[in-house]
């Protein structure tokens, strides 16, 4: 039970390349996000998708777009990387929304550094 | 719009002492959740708090949730090395959470 997997786990791009984050879940979770981690941010929310064939923004979408190809998938891309966009990002996915006593099950993340 | 902040920051304890957390919502929430992030790792779901006032133990850890459902604590009693890493709140909104700044704690032994 591989739960959510994230790929890749380490990515360097130069500015104004772009890339796609893939994600994937096998726990039949309706709902995926996409999160950033800075230091001293916290988490702070991309895109997230309630159900499947739905997406939203969340905090921070600029310069992100996401696809959510099925109930298993959801992809995040970055059209033009900028240095602004060195972070870890997250993927996450949770059954009712985030609700209930299991919350959201997290990835173990993308470390992507823009030069 | 929401925003969820915590306090302090970082925190340093020798082993054996307590550490206490504080997140605080600028809004109401329905629920709060707390997440443990070890170095390197990935945040972890730890529990979700729902009723106005509710304390729930797990082990050495309290967590309590506010009367008014906008603030809510996490302490741990005798501190472990075991217990490094950034404890994280997350407020509750429409299908999605949004996550406190977290508090980053260190144990000395």
């Known amino acids: 039970n591989a739960g959510v997997t994230q790929t890749p786990k380490f990515q360097v791009l130069k500015t104004g390349q772009s890339m796609t984050l893939q994600c994937a879940q096998d726990?039949?979770?309706?709902?995926m996000y996409w999160y950033r981690q800075d230091p001293g941010m916290g988490l702070r929310l991309i895109y997230y998708s309630a159900s499947e064939g739905t997406t939203d923004k969340g905090e921070v979408p600029n310069g992100y777009n996401v696809s959510r190809l099925n109930k298993r998938e959801f992809s995040l891309r970055l059209e033009s990387a900028a240095p602004s966009q060195t972070s870890v990002y997250f993927c996450a996915s949770s059954a009712l929304g985030g609700q209930g006593n299991y919350g959201y099950t997290f990835g173990s993340g993308t470390r992507l550094t823009v030069v | 719009g929401q925003q969820v902040m915590q306090i302090p920051q970082y925190q340093h304890v020798q082993e054996g002492e307590d550490f206490t957390t504080y997140c605080n919502s600028s809004?109401?929430?329905?629920?709060i959740q707390w997440y443990k992030q070890r170095p390197g790792g990935h945040p972890v779901f730890l529990i979700q708090l729902v009723k106005s006032g509710e304390v729930k133990k797990q082990k050495r850890l309290t967590f309590q949730f506010g009367e008014a459902k906008k603030n809510s604590s996490l302490h741990i009693t005798a501190t472990q090395t075991t217990d490094v890493g950034t404890y994280f709140c997350a407020g509750s909104g429409t299908y999605k959470y949004i996550f406190g700044t977290g508090t980053r704690l260190k144990v000395l032994a």
């Open positions: 726990m039949n979770h309706n709902s």
């Open positions: 809004t109401t929430l329905s629920n």
